[in-house]
């Protein structure tokens, strides 16, 4: 039998569990207090299973139980100290607090987040860009409170709103709060630390609140977000546009948009309405600014860059299991939403480090299957024919069968 030369001695898991530091996981859980009283079921524990669980794609305790006891002594090359039971998993759900999974994931993006700033999706601006957006996750019981109006039968199904700011460069969240679907959106930049100084943030109307923005003018804060169709503004200067600005660029102007403070006062904010038309949709789009250094298209180019926040929510829902949850309480739905956080952090990692250009889908489904393969995964993922080849051959399978192998790319 010939030699494997690609065969490495920790499964890919294995590897991607790597990128978790253990001493910092160990220091969280001391700030949290999660692993007093806790035997074998450390929060670290509790971490890797839950990552192995929404990498997987499992469906229920049972299946992801299962899972891992399926794999033997595998598991003991990834870390797992033991399978754990779904008892055992079920109670540390309910108990262990998200805050810990919370702050973990805080401090990954920390330690990572330099490597995946990505200086060729620069937004045509010299300043760091975000995007705000929030999406709701529907649930099938009312634990955290839903939005609308009750259904006839006087039942309703509760829904967890995720509220998440998304560095533009590296195309991952770094804020990301939870609550009940019924809060709006506005609520969440307001939260002292979700936008800082200097930083552009880029949302949708929902946001619109003209006491922030005028605070934000005096703070050094910028951001470009659409008017609202009540708006009532009043024009103070029309600004000219220079003759390179391009035909879709109907107006560029100053306008002034009143609001009362907190004492009741009626006050106004200064800020910059660009009208833009697209012709594709034909349909006219007004822009709301404070950024008064950079041309009209630009402002209208940098919104556009606001819908991959989209892509990201669709890239969460369609690749990991957030359709059913590992428990019926609030605890249980916020570790298994921050754990998903955390395995789409560590797969997009680890996805950086290939040259060969994967879709987010495709390389998640093809790792589903080889999670306990012992390869390593930059040779792996580079090489999937290769890999195939090598493996074929040395399980001794007939010319003509690895003649009809299809080794394209998912």
Known sequence: MGKNSFFFGQPIFGQMINL??????????????????????????????MVYG?????????????????????????KFDYSPRRSTLADANMRRGPEVFEAIY???????LPSLSDSHKQLVIDKKVYAIDSTTIGLFQPIFECTGRKASNGRSKGGIKSHQ?????????????????REHDSLFIQREGVVGKGEVALFDKAYNNYALFDKWNGEGTYFVTRLKNNAKEQMLE??????????????????????????GHERQVVLRLVSYFHPDKNKAYYFLTNL?????????????QRWQIELLFKKIKQNFPLQYFYGDNRNAIQIQI?????????ITIMKRTLTRPWSFSNLVSL???????????TDFFDNVEGFARDFVKNRGAPEEFQGKLDFSEP
């Open 238 to 263: 029309e600004l000219e546009l220079p003759e390179a600005a391009p035909d879709e660029v109907m107006r560029d102007a100053k306008i002034a948009l009143k609001y009362r403070d907190e004492e």
């Open 367 to 377: 790792l589903q299957k080889h999670l306990f393969t012992y390869a390593r995964f």
């Open 338 to 346: 921050w754990c998903t956080l955390i395995a789409l952090l560590l």
């Open 165 to 181: 700011k998304l560095d533009m460069q590296a195309g991952i969240p770094v804020k990301v709060h939870h609550s009940d679907a």
């Open 20 to 49: 978790i530091d253990g001493n910092k996981v160990a220091r969280r859980a001391g700030e949290h207090s999660t692993d007093r009283y806790c035997k074998r079921f450390t929060t670290f524990q509790h971490l890797i299973t």
């Open 54 to 78: 929404a990498v997987s794609g499992c469906n229920s305790l049972r299946e992801l139980c299962s899972g891992i006891v399926s794999y033997g002594d595998k598991i003991a090359h990834c």
């Open 292 to 304: 008064f250094d950079l041309p009209a298209e630009r402002i209208a180019h940098l919104y556009k």
């Open 106 to 112: 805080g401090d990954l993006v920390g330690e990572h």
